[in-house]
């Protein structure tokens, strides 16, 4: 089975929103702990959004989807203003993400800032699937909720907005563990910006996709439950003002240029020579 994210259809299934400028956004998130700055992950314009942002902000501390842990360590000033060095040490060309030029001027508008990733790795999430979010997160499982089940009309509609992101394309058993490894992963961002938090004092800004920004179940439900009293500012970023989700602001491009996310679930696979 071919599992495609179809990031086209959270924007067609969405509804509209007002708006702001960027101006708006610098104004409204310079007096919080906590700056979530989500993207459609393959539209330049968000990114070039988000290192405005950042460059006006300059948060102590960077959070990013994109990183594991591991692959965070050893970012300086240096690092980061060697695009071609950089990209080479995540390991970008083979990563999967978009390409490096949308994300390397977001690095460089926080160049001295502290980095930090908190990608959950593909083997992880397999792991997900056999044991469960809580026993891969460990520690603190409980703390951050990851225990407790969600109700069951939250469930539903996360299991459904699942099926409409792969195009309804998925083996009727796959929505519910991709809810749980949608949890964990909200769960280890938010766990990363509390160490963030620790090690800088803050602002911490966190680079990440609309999803995980959005307030009602994103990084920002779980931040309120380890740490109530920060100020979080959610950001969404929209494309011809189509958004799922609630955020504190949201700003608008264009869409970006891209395929039709489903072809690959219309296209049957090739049959192997001698199989027929």
Request: glycine share 6%.
């Amino acid at each position: 089975m071919r599992i495609v994210i179809a990031a086209a259809l959270f924007a067609l299934a969405a509804a509209p929103v007002r708006a702001v400028s960027l101006d708006a956004v610098v104004s409204a998130a310079a007096a919080a702990d906590v700056v979530i700055l989500g993207e459609f992950h393959d539209n330049p314009a968000h990114h070039a959004h988000q290192a405005e942002l950042l460059d006006q902000l300059q948060p102590r501390a960077v959070v990013w989807e994109m990183l594991t842990e591991s692959g965070a360590e050893g970012i300086d000033s240096a690092l980061i203003a060697d695009r071609d060095r950089l990209a080479e040490q995540l390991g970008w060309a083979n990563s999967g993400w978009p390409d490096f030029a949308m994300y390397h001027p977001v690095f460089l508008a926080a160049q001295d800032a502290m980095h930090l990733g908190a990608m959950v790795p593909r083997e992880t999430t397999k792991r997900v699937m056999e044991d469960g979010a809580p026993a891969v997160f460990g520690a603190d499982a409980d703390l951050y909720g990851l225990t407790a089940p969600l109700a069951a009309a939250e469930q539903t509609t996360r299991e459904d907005f699942q099926m409409k992101a792969h195009c309804d394309a998925l083996p009727p058993d796959m929505p519910a563990p991709m809810v749980e490894i949608q949890r964990l992963r909200d769960a280890v961002l938010a766990r990363a910006v509390i160490r963030a938090l620790q090690d800088t004092g803050g602002p911490v800004a966190v680079i990440t996709g609309n999803g995980h920004a959005r307030r009602d179940w994103g990084v920002p439900a779980y931040l309120a439950r380890v740490a109530p009293d920060l100020e979080v500012f959610a950001l969404g970023q929209s494309e011809d003002g189509q958004i799922v989700g609630a955020f504190d602001a949201v700003l608008d491009s264009a869409p970006a240029e891209r395929d039709d996310p489903c072809v690959a679930f219309r296209t049957p696979a090739p049959v192997p020579e001698g199989a027929e």
